[in-house]
């Protein structure tokens, strides 16, 4: 379940870096050419590697926080 759950976490918090990343390239008029956004997103190894760093941070994140801590008593 943990790896589920850091994997929601991480596709949220990619998603919503991704769009202040991607707000930074928009011209005049307010849109984003396609050719743009292929070779910033699809095309772009970082894309890639940020995607899937941020998978694994948050399923490292999620997984530390349900081990259990044995108090004792």
Not at 36 to 41: D, F, N, V
Not at 45 to 50: D, M
């Amino acid at each position: 379940m943990w790896i589920l759950k850091g994997s929601l976490f991480g596709l949220l918090a990619f998603a919503a870096f991704a769009v202040l990343f991607l707000r930074n390239y928009q011209v005049k008029d307010g849109r984003i050419s396609m050719l743009a956004l292929r070779s910033l997103t699809i095309h772009n190894p970082w894309f890639w590697s940020v995607l899937v760093l941020m998978i694994c941070t948050c399923c490292v994140c999620v997984r530390m926080l349900e081990i259990p801590i044995n108090v004792p008593d």
